[in-house]
């Protein structure tokens, strides 16, 4: 697969405080890659340099071939950008806006309105096209952001904390944006929402004080976790019943958090299908199955365990 962005050994000092520090990363055509880490982690110093916004100290970064700083013009042609904090017009109306937006993102004239049209029936802005900016609710001014950055039809679209003051349904309609746009463009999201991220990415690399920690695959087929509890007499193959059900990865012994004398398991599983298998398997050994709870895949634990108490 084409490599749309590539970032060798970037370093950015501003003045003598090192903000990004010799990171490399890699992003294949289709991916969504989310960036995550506390702040003062590098995040936005790393979008800024990728879309040529900042000089590296050193390193380089190549978007879809082009070098970002020999080549920027060229680079930045493939480059969608929605910053944290859009710089939008409010005396402006939506479509004022696109079509200005589209004249700088050198557009030819005869094909901005089209570009404009087709990027408001995307983010479905048609009801709002000669609405002033400053009469948009928030999650409205975020589609327009979206928007401009999609006047290009870029292959990569950068995303740098797009949720960030929404209320929770207006997160929900963004998140679905992404995963719309995913279909046709290879996308890079920050986000200090960890569910955000394992909902829409498909890599994750974290962040800590201008360090790479590690690029992990979110591709995992569901896979889950499961907290059983069970009677405080239980059969001693109980955990080998488990630990045989076709789609159990692993099973441990935990100690319970409200009853030292209440026997737990933890129990990782392909797909939530296998719950049911589990559950029986408990049944068949004689054990008494008090509560079985579905937990999280586990990106809160790693994001927790590589970055320790950093504050995100």
Known sequence: MTSVIVADRLTKYYGHRLAV???????ESGEVLGLLGPNGSGKSTILRMLTGYLHPTSGYAR???FDVMEQGLEARRRIGYVPEDVPLYANMTVDEFLVFMGRLKGLKEKSIRGAVSAACERLSL???RRLGINKLSRGYRQRVAIAQALLNDPELLIFDEPTNGLDPRQIIEVRELIRLLAARHTILVTSHILGEIERVATRVAILLDGRLLTVQSLLRGGRMKLLLRLRSS???NVEQAIAAVPGVISVARCTSATDGATPEFTVEIS???VAERVAAAVAATGSGLLEMTAKGAGLEDLFLELTGNASA
């Open 21 to 27: 520090d010799n990171v490399s990363i890699e992003v």
């Open 63 to 65: 978007i879809a071939g």
């Open 126 to 128: 048609n009801r709002v």
């Open 234 to 236: 239980y059969p001693e």
């Open 271 to 273: 797909d939530a299908a």
